[in-house]
């Protein structure tokens, strides 16, 4: 089956790869067509496109024609409808407004009923490789709900934490499998500096079985006060050292994600080495999928960071996606 998304933020390659970790957690096949700019012509089979925070939209590939002469076979659709070409950088309002006038006159369908403001189907039209490439859009990422959950509406809160999004985009890094608590098999995602629980959080509203720990007691209640205001129920967070927590897990976890303690002054490069070492180290054995972890620099016990985020003109966090069997 073929989609279209647009991919938002200012690391497409990040937004990318959220894309990819996604549908290969709930399908087994992912493949891109075609590439231009934002827009990503691709296949996989139909998964939660909802799990996705660095996408800004998704949608069904209908059909598509050439530029010269449009033509598109849409069957079985009810109900109103409105045509919303993609613009891409340069384009006028007024350039979008006539194809799409000449796209829905286009159409070949049963019902003709155009609703701009409030429509039950919206089309999307892209051109990609000389033609027009038609879908239905199936999901919208306006970002409120990531902009509701940032740290100082929370009921607890610190200034370090990361921002919902990229705390949900790390969670999706992880290719943490199964539909979580839609299918009944609840999948385990575990973040062992847990702090304020921001990460706990994303993946606890993704429907994960989350579990976590934080050496300090304080953010321990915080990040449960955190968990039950956005009604996350199945959880487990801990006052431990990280590591004693780590070896503590039996059995296996879809997916370790961290944001590491690297806040402080402190923390120099071997302290640095240690930590990572040792979170590899005891993660290996009981991840299925892939670690995940935030620093603030960007190599590691010879890793180089797959991806950074400028935060501040003196911060930028580095990403970092490991396979347990490559450590």
């Not at 006159?105 to 039209?125: C, G, K, Y």
């Not at 892209?126 to 929370?154: M, P, Y």
């Not at 509203?205 to 996350?232: C, H, P, T, W």
Request: glycine content about 8%.
């Amino acid at each position: 089956m073929k989609w279209l998304a647009v991919l938002a933020g200012e690391d497409l390659e990040l937004a990318l790869e959220e894309l990819r970790s996604v549908c290969l957690s709930e399908s087994s096949e992912f493949s891109v067509v075609n590439k231009v700019g934002r827009v990503i012509l691709f296949k996989t089979d139909e998964i939660r496109f909802s799990r996705l925070a660095y996408v800004r939209e998704v949608s069904r590939y209908l059909d598509e024609s050439s530029i010269d002469s449009l033509s598109f076979s849409i069957n079985g659709l009810e109900g109103s409808f409105a045509v919303r070409p993609y613009i891409v950088e340069g384009e006028s309002e007024d350039k979008r407004s006539k194809l799409a006038e000449k796209i829905g006159s286009s159409l070949d369908i049963t019902s003709r009923s155009v609703d701009l403001n409030n429509p039950e189907h919206v089309f999307r039209a892209f051109k990609i490789g000389g033609k027009i490439i038609l879908g239905k859009r199936v999901f919208l990422n306006e970002g409120g709900s990531f902009e509701s959950r940032r740290s100082h509406l929370r009921p607890f809160s610190s200034p370090v934490s990361l921002h919902p999004r990229l705390a949900r985009c790390l969670v999706n890094l992880t290719r943490a499998d199964g539909f979580g608590s839609d299918s009944g098999n609840v999948s385990l995602v575990v973040d062992p500096f847990c702090g304020t629980g921001g990460i706990l959080v994303e993946a606890g509203l993704m429907g994960f079985k989350v579990q976590g720990s934080d050496i300090s007691a304080e953010m321990v209640e915080g990040s449960k006060r955190n968990l039950g205001f956005y009604g996350v129920e199945d959880y487990d967070v801990v006052k431990s050292d990280a590591f004693k927590f780590l070896s503590s897990i039996e059995g296996k976890v879809s997916g370790v994600v961290t944001d590491l303690p690297y806040g402080k002054s402190s923390l120099k490069e071997l302290e640095a080495e240690e930590m990572v070492g040792r979170l590899l180290d005891l993660s290996k054995s009981i991840c299925s999928n892939r670690i995940v972890f935030v620093l603030n620099r960007p190599e590691v016990c010879g890793l180089s960071a797959d991806f950074s985020v400028y935060v501040h003109k003196s911060l930028s966090r580095y990403i970092y996606v490991v396979n347990p069997q490559d450590v």
